[in-house]
């Protein structure tokens, strides 16, 4: 025997209204968080360091013979690097008025870990690294919304009242000192 329902789980309307309001909400509170601080360079960090890390790895995977891979320091450099990059990149979020630190030593990381970590994950991570820390030293709270990583943002002309005609007296009226407005006076 089948057993159908004559209403199938619906939602209703207000219910659904409200769920919309509260994803707008959400959406609107990251873009408001997003934009506060230096969200792309800060991702750019984090995926330098999962680039570093997950580069060793690729050691147990079946690699070509003829693939040489470093093992420098005793093979945990690239731990301490790429931990350190993914600590960056979340600091960066979460004190985003330390950012000219924080790019930094996310560029120094970067450069750093192609000597010490397999050429900088593959020169992958590295060069996410220079790119994420460029992003953040760079980054300007003042810039809002438009460019917040490259420093370049859209700015809004400021609101002027619109100029006055002039007054029908001609222009001893808006410069008194030429005397009438004649210029052979």
Known sequence: MLL??????????????????CRRA???GFRHWRWSRPFWGGLFLVAAGAEILAAPTAQTLAL???L????????????LIGALSVVNGLLSWARPDHHAFHGAVGVLLALASFTTSNFGGFL????????????VFAWSADTGRGGAETGTA???SPRRSPRPSPPAGGLAQWFPETGGGSAGS
Do not use: E, F, I
């Not at 992958?124 to 992003?135: A, E, K, R, Y």
């Open 68 to 79: 040489l891979l470093l093992a420098a320091l005793a093979g945990s450099s690239h731990y």
């Open 124 to 135: 992958v991570g590295m060069l996410l690294g220079v790119v994420g820390g460029s992003l």
């Open 26 to 28: 959400a959406v609107r």
């Open 154 to 156: 859209r700015r809004r």
């Open 4 to 21: 159908t329902m004559r209403h199938p789980l619906a939602v209703p309307k207000a219910a659904s209204r409200g769920l919309r309001r």
């Open 64 to 66: 070509p013979d003829d």
